[in-house]
């Protein structure tokens, strides 16, 4: 066991976080390894560990690289034409710029802005408050200031907020695997209106990972107020490629590094990235009446027949990095007005008349907490060791293994066993993405599937299905083959399409063939 692994198992059996460096230097930006901001675990699904201060661990150079998130959030104000934000309203640190315009925010900070010079109302003032609740995680390639979250002010936001209704905005980057079918691109992202905030953040939390929260339209701020959000060293300028340690710690725990197994390193979050290819859930197999079975969204399904038997394989995964963000749109209207009246005049009388009767005041008094996550969970690993047993001289080894008493056997397949597996399964299937690395939504990729029979025995009546991704969307009449084909598709439940391709004919040992199809990122 690594040494660097008992602080970490102590701090988590406690409850908290091992103690961070004192005093954080530089952090660099754009995509460069932080070097000033120390990776915060905290807030995420209910349930979930908030703690300040933490240090990714070191792990052994055998097991995956750590995920590191990004330091910084990048922040796209969209607004109509003519609107100006000023960050750090109200302070010496002040600064104004046209929309839209990207801002680097740190996580863990609340922050004010000012939306001046807005259409029809010049001289009004809206004062938005953002807060920062999680981070993007970049993978290789990935530069996270390409990839801000959309703070969209439309023209019926300003409208709205400058009547006297408060909007609330949660943004949250979406699950892949629950991904909405419709398309969408960085300016204009899917926006879905809810009840109430907690129903927004509710939704937030089952789809996908919280990045923000935006109010517009609540009271203007006193300049005390104001102050106390200009916290200099939070916010990342265009044009700028350092930022400086900020003056004050975070004001709340924010999602940044997820739990992971000490011994066999981390597990990355699925939000940036998607996954297209192989067999997920039901497992692919062939019916009784001959046809394929367990082809899920994102499956590869691959029929054909070897001597007379008509069998199933699937591909290699197809990775595509596109985070994609979601809004959920709450709106409050005020149902009233309070209103001062004066006394109409005076009777002239020189003392009180008297009074008939006193009734108290009745008054319904209503507070909603702010939503919280309530509860600590505290990780629990079981650390075993497996040591393996061979028997020589029997006709089928057995490997037997003993972890905290429980028993467990199992049978290693023969040697000739091994070496007819590709008569079995002759078809190798690859599925690739061109071109490779991150993608932005609205760009459309070229998905390549190679088939090749690797075995010694002829496959026939080849059949390729390709069950797309809730955020692909196929570019009809793009779809080609090396070899004759028939291609047909039909929708999915997850609002895409199944391509299927027919290869009549057969495939000799050593001959391949190519499918290439154009789709879009939704």
Known sequence: MHVGIFPLMGALAIGGPPAPPATPGITLVNGSSPTGIYPVPGQGPPGAVAALGAIVPRIAPTQAAPVIPAPLVAAKFL????????????????????????LGLRPGFVYRFALGNLPGEPGKTLYPEVELRGVLVPRPGMKYMDYPIPLLFSPSDIDRALSGNLITKVIYLEDPEKAIPAEASADAPIEIPEDTEKLALKAAFDNGRLMAI??????????????????????????????????????????????????????????????????????????????????????VGVEYTVNGKR??????????????????????????????????????????????????????????????????????????????????????PIAIAQV???????????????????????????????????????EIVTVVIRYANTGTKAASDIVISDSLSGRLAYVPGSAQTDRPSNFSSSENEVGSLVLRWELPGTLLPGQAGTIKFKAKIR
């Open 214 to 299: 935006v109010r517009i339209g609540n009271r203007k701020p006193s300049p005390e107020e104001l102050a106390m959000t200009a916290i200099d060293g939070t916010i990342l300028f265009p044009g700028e490629k350092y930022l400086k340690a900020p003056m004050l710690p975070p004001v709340f725990a924010f999602w940044n590094v997820p739990f992971f197994d000490p011994l066999l390193g981390p597990r990355g979050p699925k939000e940036e990235c998607f996954e297209n290819g192989a067999d997920k859930q039901d497992a692919l197999g062939i019916g009784a009446e001959g046809r394929l079975g367990g082809l899920n969204p994102t499956d």
């Open 404 to 442: 905290f008493g429980v028993k467990v056997e199992g049978t290693y397949v023969e040697p000739e066993q091994l070496t007819a597996y590709p008569t079995l399964c002759p078809l190798t299937v690859t599925k690739v993405v061109d071109p490779p690395g991150p993608k932005q939504q609205g």
């Open 79 to 102: 607004a109509p034409k003519g609107v100006r934000v000023t960050a750090f309203p109200g302070s010496p640190l002040g600064r104004m710029f046209d929309v839209p315009t990207v």
């Open 311 to 396: 069998k199933v394989t699937t591909s290699c995964v197809a990775c595509i990095c596109s985070p994609r963000y979601i809004i959920r749109r709450a709106e409050l209207i005020p149902t009233g007005y309070e209103v001062k009246l004066g006394l109409a005049g005076h009777t002239g009388e020189m003392r009180p008349a008297g009074f008939n009767d006193r009734l108290l005041a009745i008054t319904n008094i209503g507070r909603e907490k702010t939503n919280e996550f309530i509860g600590r969970v505290r990780p629990s690993a079981y650390v075993g060791q497996i040591g393996t047993s061979m028997f020589i001289g029997m006709s089928r």
